[in-house]
């Protein structure tokens, strides 16, 4: 499905997203005054963003309107969100005081215009008001980031706000609801059929895996594809900031680190909570979502040392910058460095339309105790 474009109002670099309900402004006020009332009578506990969603959408379909899920969003001042139902190709929404634009798989990087009825100061504060209740925290001038998913029947969305001073802007990427298999990351030649067998191998090996990479190289889809090869008997944990692991099942246990302070509580003193509660409970493999900051890789490759095995994600740009970043600014002695058995480049290009290719350059394996690159 393409993206209606009206000729008067756009050219080949954006598009005009239209709202096809007649008297949406009518139907909106209808819809919420309903809405409260029967959450009035209904006096339970406060709705997540998919149960409110689903509950406006289903009030919306007894009216006279084509798209009862664009009407509820619209009641709540989030219909920007919609092009995520219509479009699948689109990956990332993005806000940037006032403008939107999009990243799609086909069309790359384009401008939105929505219909003038939108009104882009209201989305900003409506988004920011289901971010703040799904986080539990606050966004203002203190606390000026934040990060979280809002998951629904539009899909799985990360989304990532700024407030000043930082500025004023929004990132919304869909997540995959299912994981890709790693035939169909073959086949969409992000990763070559030697290197998928040679990582199917080393899983089932339980060998120590880095996955590195610029951010949004597909570190995490490739991540996603390997999980699915865990036998499903193994004792899994996984440690990540925001939920984007898909792996699930009655032997793994998930532990969420929120990318932010709460009750005066740091990030780096959870992880190391976490990564303890981790040692304590011995699984078979761990899955560490993301190291950041020295103190993660520190307490993650001491886990390792201590005898763990799990596949770990960092960010890095290639080869030689990971190890400058690890020796250099992380302090890894060489004997931690040896706990690598295998270590994974992806790396992201884009050209000029905004098309964005992931790959899966170069795979390092242990030898003798030095990382030698697979031919």
Known sequence: MQLNCLDDTCNNDSLFVPIKIDSPNFYSKKLIEEYLQIRSKEKSQLLDFSQSLEKLEMIASEYP????????????????????????????????EGMFGITDR????????????INTSRFYESLKIQLELVTNEILNSKNASLIGNLNSNIGRLRVSMKHPPFGKSIVIRRLPTNPIPIDILIKENQIC???????????????????????????????????????SAWRVVVLEDTNEITLSGVFVDKLSIPQIRFANISLSAKKENAIAFVLRNSPDYLVFGEIQQKQDTLRVFEALSSGLR????????????????????????????????????????????????LSVPEIYSQKNGVLVKMD
């Open 310 to 357: 799990g596949i770990v994600t960092i960010h890095a740009k290639d080869f030689n910058t990971l190890m400058m970043r690890l020796c250099d600014s992380h302090n890894l002695s060489q004997e931690l460095l040896s706990q690598i058995d295998v270590l994974v480049i992806t790396k992201r290009e884009i050209d000029h339309a905004g098309h964005i290719k």
């Open 65 to 96: 309107v084509s798209c009862p899920l664009e009407l509820a969003l619209y009641a709540i001042d989030l219909f920007p969100l919609i092009i995520f139902n219509h479009y699948p190709t689109i990956t990332e929404l993005y806000w940037n």
């Open 106 to 117: 086909i069309m790359g990087r384009k401008k939105i215009i929505f219909d003038p009825r």
């Open 193 to 231: 059929l030697r290197y998928a067998d040679f990582l199917k191998n080393a899983i089932l090996e339980r060998k120590n895996i880095i996955i590195a990479g610029e951010p949004g190289s597909g570190k995490t889809t490739l991540l996603n594809a390997l999980l699915l090869l865990i036998p």
